[in-house]
């Protein structure tokens, strides 16, 4: 009987939790589902970040269509999380969909969702937002975080490089920061400064202590003229908040949009022997000795600097020195960016070799450039000296003489085959037959040296050339590659595709067959061709066309 009652107490026990259940079931399906979109503010400003909330109350299983107008806005964050809410009997369920969002730009603009739910389209009440720029009583540096574009110029030459930096300011502490989407500058060719350059230095603005972080900095070389606008990028900081289980919180920040313009190089009073450089040059150059002995050296330490663009620069002494036989080697490079300007620095070394003695005199250098700052063509002037070697020459000239004289004296006037002594052949030749074969001698052995000189140089400048191509063959960045190439066509033509016209180009090209080819790799770097799906393969296969050609030439 005991038994019975037991089982009879436990059917009415899941009889009860089934009735609550069915309840509590019946009361989540008779609620009317509901859409809300909410927002933090209504007034936004450009490039500040807002949280927008689409919530789904009592619709389990919703899916979000979309929501029009949020294609105005840039989504730097999406996430989601439900709960479920038991209240005096009544089960209340939510979704929410969390998006961090930044304007892209001013304005007004409607927010409104979709969901579709049991088959039927539903619209959430409408969000009308006004977009407008910072205003002017919240100036940069009275915010607690915020960051800078700052370019070193907004108008510069083509062949002249500029330095863009973005700096973070912040009175919080920072776990970590950096761009949502890596910067993509077009129709630049650009390389970042290593990070472990990047400095952090306390500063105060309008009173107030920052910390000021070198974020990204950039180093941009145009490919073409014009004028072009550098984006807008979305920025994350994760600020610490001091939280165990969550130590940080994303902020979100837009760097500012810059416009720079490219001006071509004038052609007016433009020298033939133009470097090809593009900023203010400056020269230092130092002889080590100005008094040697025949057989000694001196050394002239050569260093160019200052915010011109150096890549062109590959050798200060042009032509012969006379006097001197010349040796010269670029010893270091440097570039980056100094107090937001960019800067530059290459070292010769140039070891000079008398071939006299006596005073000899040193003929100032000139290397001429286009200085921005006056738009006109100027010279840096490397001065001239007077090195004074002492000792003699070995006087080869006159054994030569002698033993020409010598030869003089030596009388055979016809060839006679009659031995004089049977173990001995004497021959007889006139003095004029000799002279005659001894001239034709020495010309054939002029021609042929001539002839293996020409041979070793060929081989040297093949070896120099097949040395860039094998750097293009094993480099995967197109500006590289482009940089390389460049190299490539200066090495064999005496030209530069970055700091020459394009007529200038095609001139010099012209009567050789990779002036098209050339021209069309020109064409795939300055144009939108740069951002397409061909790749480096492209032009990988266009430089190996035009290397068989030069190759071929030499």
């Known amino acids: 009987m005991t038994g019975k009652k037991s089982k009879l107490r436990i059917f009415f026990i899941i009889l009860i939790i089934a009735s609550i259940f069915f309840l509590m079931q019946g009361s989540v399906l008779a609620e009317t589902p509901q859409f809300r979109l909410d927002i933090d503010s209504l007034n936004l400003e450009k490039g500040v970040s807002t949280n927008l909330v689409l919530l789904l109350v009592n619709a389990k299983g919703a899916k979000v269509v979309d929501i029009k107008g949020l294609e105005n806005f840039d989504i730097v964050s999406k996430s989601n999380a439900t709960t479920t809410q038991i209240i005096n009997g009544d089960m209340t369920y ?28 539903y619209q959430t009440n409408k969000l009308k937002v006004n977009v407008s720029k910072a205003s002017a009583s919240k100036k940069e540096e009275v915010k607690d ?127 033939k022997d133009f470097s090809g450089i593009v900023g203010k040059l400056n020269l230092e150059a130092k002889y080590n000795k100005h008094e040697i002995d025949y057989g000694d050296s001196l050394t002239l330490s050569i260093t160019a600097f200052g915010n011109c663009n150096l890549d062109d620069l590959n050798k200060i002494v042009k032509d012969d020195i006379p006097g001197f036989s010349v040796y010269e080697t670029e010893k270091n490079m440097e570039e980056g960016i100094e107090n937001n300007q960019y800067k530059a620095k290459k070292e010769f070394e140039v070891i000079l070799v008398p071939e006299q003695n006596g005073d000899i005199s040193i003929d100032p250098i000139y290397i001429y450039y286009f200085n921005p700052e006056t738009g006109s063509y100027e010279q840096a002037k490397i001065p001239g000296t007077t090195i004074t070697v002492n000792g003699e020459v070995p006087k080869l000239q006159t054994d030569a003489k002698n033993e020409a004289s010598e030869v003089e004296t030596i009388k055979i006037e016809q060839v006679s085959y009659k031995p004089l002594n049977e173990e001995y052949l004497t021959i007889q030749i006139k003095k004029q037959n000799l002279i005659i074969v001894l001239v034709l001698f020495a010309f054939l052995l002029i021609v042929a040296t001539i002839f293996f000189l020409i041979i070793l140089y060929r081989r040297k400048g093949n070896k120099e050339l097949e ?26 033509f005496n030209i530069s595709l970055k700091a020459s016209s394009r007529n200038d180009i095609a001139n010099c090209l012209e009567g050789h067959k990779i002036t098209q080819p050339v021209l069309e790799i020109m064409d795939y770097m300055e144009n939108e061709k740069y951002y397409d799906d061909k790749g480096e393969k492209y032009l990988k296969d266009k430089i190996k066309e035009i290397y068989r050609m030069i190759k071929y030439k030499n």
């Open 467 to 492: 040395v860039i191509y094998k750097q293009i063959k094993t480099t995967n960045n197109q500006n590289k590659i482009y940089n390389l190439f460049n190299d490539m066509i200066k090495h064999s």
């Open 145 to 271: 975080l915020f960051v800078k574009t700052i370019l070193s110029n907004d108008t510069i030459y083509f062949g002249q490089k500029v330095a863009l930096s973005y700096k973070l300011y912040s009175r919080y502490n920072i776990e970590s920061f950096g761009f949502a989407d890596s910067p993509n500058i077009k129709d630049f060719i650009s390389n970042d400064i290593p990070e472990d350059k990047l400095k952090a230095n306390y500063i105060y603005l309008d009173g107030n202590k920052y910390v000021e972080y070198e974020a990204k900095q950039m180093l941009l070389s145009p490919i073409k003229t014009g004028t072009f606008t550098i984006p807008e990028y979305n920025f994350q900081v994760n600020v610490s908040t001091g939280d165990f289980f969550n130590s940080s919180k994303p902020v979100y920040l837009q760097t500012d949009a810059k416009e720079l313009k490219v001006k071509p190089l004038p052609q007016e009073n433009r020298p």
């Open 94 to 121: 939510e979704k929410r969909f969390n998006y961090v969002i930044i304007p892209k730009n001013i304005g007004e603009f409607i927010l409104q969702g979709s969901v579709e739910y049991n088959g039927v389209t």
